[in-house]
């Protein structure tokens, strides 16, 4: 009896897959812009007393007239003033002119050009305050 060999099978090589890498669309990051807000600035502006300026009132009298002045609260002058009379009076808080005749009675307060203090034969009351300076220097104040 002869032996007839069969051959054996060798195993067949089953294909193998590999996959290549396939680039994928990149995503760039989206930018949003961020807005921060910058705070304005708004001058704020502080009357100032200019230091040791007060108060300087004039009277010039175009007629007669009874007057009562007052320097810082305290009676300065009270009495009649004629036509053509001038008076000075400068304090550091106020002047006060009470006069009976305003319209006879020129008033010139802190240096600035006189004007009638009021109608002819009216009684009148005016107080007279140091100039205010407005300080140039700003502060900032949030809007």
Same mark, same amino acid.
């Given at each position: 009896?002869?032996? !007839?060999? +069969? $051959?054996?099978? %060798?195993? &067949?090589? *089953? /294909? #193998? =897959?590999? @996959?290549?890498?396939?680039?994928?669309?990149?995503?760039?990051?989206?930018?949003?812009?961020?807005? !921060?807000? +910058? $705070?304005?600035? %708004?001058? &704020?502006? *502080? /009357? #100032? =007393?200019? @230091?040791?300026?007060?108060?300087?009132?004039?009277?010039?009298?175009?007629?007669?007239?009874?007057?009562?002045?007052?320097?810082?609260?305290?009676?300065?002058?009270?009495? #009649?003033?004629?036509?053509?009379?001038?008076?000075?009076?400068?304090?550091?808080?106020?002047?006060?002119?009470?006069?009976?005749?305003?319209?006879?009675?020129?008033?010139?307060?802190?240096?600035?050009?006189?004007?009638?203090?009021?109608?002819?034969?009216?009684?009148?009351?005016?107080?007279?305050?140091?100039?205010?300076?407005?300080?140039?220097?700003?502060?900032?104040?949030?809007?």
């Amino acid at each position: 009896m002869s032996e !007839t060999s +069969t $051959p054996k099978a %060798s195993p &067949t090589p *089953s /294909p #193998t =897959i590999t @996959s290549t890498p396939q680039a994928s669309p990149s995503l760039s990051p989206t930018v949003t812009p961020t807005v !921060t807000p +910058t $705070p304005s600035v %708004s001058p &704020t502006i *502080s /009357p #100032t =007393i200019q @230091s040791g300026s007060g108060v300087e009132v004039g009277i010039e009298l175009q007629g007669e007239s009874w007057l009562r002045i007052k320097v810082d609260g305290k009676t300065a002058f009270e009495g #009649t003033l004629n036509k053509g009379d001038k008076k000075n009076w400068t304090g550091t808080k106020e002047v006060s002119v009470y006069s009976g005749n305003a319209g006879a009675v020129l008033v010139s307060a802190n240096k600035k050009p006189p004007t009638v203090m009021g109608g002819e034969g009216s009684l009148k009351f005016i107080k007279y305050a140091p100039e205010v300076e407005v300080s140039p220097t700003a502060t900032p104040s949030p809007q």
